[in-house]
């Protein structure tokens, strides 16, 4: 089973290996919490699987939401610690190239909106190899420069709005592309193969950049 509750809306998709069964999608962008369990559940009896039937439990690890990620561990976390499953975990931003089915550029450059003019955001090649790794990025016009030198970008996602308005580089393309669960499921296949599963105690969702929580002010 494949968790994503990093990107806009969250999804879950049950697969046999890197074949798609079935997915589901939270019709809201918000509310994650509550629907994913009752998705979850919805989802196995849709299908006829039993969860005693799962053989590991998939989440797209971040960058993304802060609490859209939490949400998301905590969930396939509990679901593999209830059912003694391994866990993987899966890059938010290679799940989103990976929703590139036919691409057009040499490199795929998703972006996820991190507020003001930043973006959490990566470079792959058509084989969903690591071009450039996960960073937190602030957009300025020479963005990606040296890059669009010799290759052209397809850049998407809900970050790539504001990048639009001030890269403008004849190799930049610009396009729109939906990720969701079922976009896991040949990377976390591949993994399972591997057996490249996260620790459960102490694996941990890729904020992109450190989490602050307010401080309360004591007063006296």
């Known amino acids: 089973m494949n968790i994503d509750t990093a990107v806009q809306s969250a999804s879950v998709c049950l697969a046999d290996d890197d074949k798609v069964l079935s997915t589901a999608i939270s019709p809201t962008e918000k509310e994650s919490a509550s629907w994913l369990h ?23 690890a971040g960058p993304g939401s802060y609490t859209g990620l939490r949400v998301g561990m ?35 450059c998703p ?33 990606f420069a040296e890059w669009l030198q010799q290759n052209t970008i397809s850049f998407f996602g809900n970050g790539s709005t504001k990048a639009a308005t001030i890269i403008q580089h004849t190799n930049a393309l610009f ?12 990377l976390s296949a591949k993994k399972f193969l591997l057996h490249e599963f996260g620790d459960l105690a102490y694996t941990e969702p890729h904020y992109g950049k450190d989490f602050h ?3 309360s002010k004591k007063f006296y």
């Open 38 to 60: 009752v998705a979850v559940q919805n989802l196995l009896q849709e299908t006829g699987v039993r969860p005693n039937q799962l053989n590991a439990i998939a989440v797209s």
């Open 74 to 108: 905590a969930a396939a976390k509990g679901l593999c610690y209830a059912l003694k499953l391994p866990l993987i975990t899966v890059n938010t931003l290679q799940m989103m190239a990976a929703a590139v089915k036919e691409p057009t550029a040499n490199l795929l």
């Open 111 to 143: 972006m996820i909106d991190a507020r003001r003019m930043e973006v959490f955001t990566a470079l792959y090649n058509q084989s969903l190899q690591e071009v450039l790794p996960s960073t937190n990025l602030i957009l300025n016009e020479s963005s």
């Open 175 to 186: 396009i729109s592309v939906t990720a969701s669960a079922a976009d896991m499921v040949s």
């Open 213 to 215: 929580s307010p401080i």
